[in-house]
T-cell receptor
């Protein structure tokens, strides 16, 4: 079974600074997908970024980028130019390559953004 | 927020009550999911429906009964719940199948409290 580990329960970053959230996972599969989701206090789980395991290039979405290290089974999220609206719980998630496969989530990292 | 909707947003019920949670997706997807989010625990998959057929039941107690009448609607029927079933119940949908991204998009959740 796959597992996802987020070792930082809480992180804090100053506005306009950069922060990196860590995620490691364990799997014996070679083809899979990794995601970062954001859950603000409103509870809506919002997709931040997605990475296909077969792609060597790290995914980027505006201020959000990942450092995907397949051999190390590491998938960290970097948030640049942090904004107050980035404050939320961030969840790392894994999905097998099969159709309609479940997401396996980590326990989350609460990100606080300070002025 | 209008892609996947859930009603009600909040529900308080006694252990002998029967209630239903509703999820509707407006994204044209063919797969729908129920997840449970409890305090201090990772999100757990409960059920997966692909083209209205249940493809996964993650050992969920029978007091939770899902129903998927069509690809746009998903219900979770609740009866004789326990206080430990109090949690946030999240619905998600995705476009599954060959060539599809199969990325899951979430609704805002139903906060359930069982007294």
């Amino acid at each position: 079974a796959q597992t996802v580990t987020q070792s930082q329960p809480e992180m804090s970053v100053q506005e306009a600074e950069t922060v990196t959230l860590s995620c490691t996972y364990d799997t014996s599969e070679s083809d899979y997908y990794l995601f970062w989701y954001k859950q603000p206090p409103s509870r809506q789980m919002i997709l931040v970024i997605r990475q296909e395991a077969y792609k060597q290039q790290n995914a980027t979405e505006n201020r959000f980028s990942v450092n995907f290290q397949k051999a190390a089974k590491s998938f960290s999220l970097k948030i640049s130019d942090s904004q107050l609206g980035d404050a939320a719980m961030y969840f790392c998630a894994y999905r097998s390559a099969g159709t309609a496969s479940k997401l396996t989530f980590g326990t989350g990292t609460r990100l606080q953004v300070t002025l | 927020e209008t892609g996947v909707t859930q009603t009600p947003r909040h529900l308080v019920m006694g252990m002998t009550n029967k209630k239903s949670l509703k999820c509707e997706q407006h994204l044209g997807h063919n797969a729908m999911y129920w997840y449970k989010q409890s305090a201090k625990k990772p999100l757990e998959l409960m059920f997966v429906y692909n083209f209205k057929e249940q493809t996964e039941n993650n050992s969920v107690p029978s007091r939770f009964s899902p129903e998927c009448p069509n690809s746009s609607h998903l219900f979770l029927h609740l009866h004789t719940l326990q206080p430990e079933d109090s949690a946030l119940y999240l619905c998600a949908s995705s476009q599954a199948g060959r060539g599809a991204t199969d990325t899951q998009y979430f609704g805002p959740g139903t906060r359930l409290t069982v007294l």
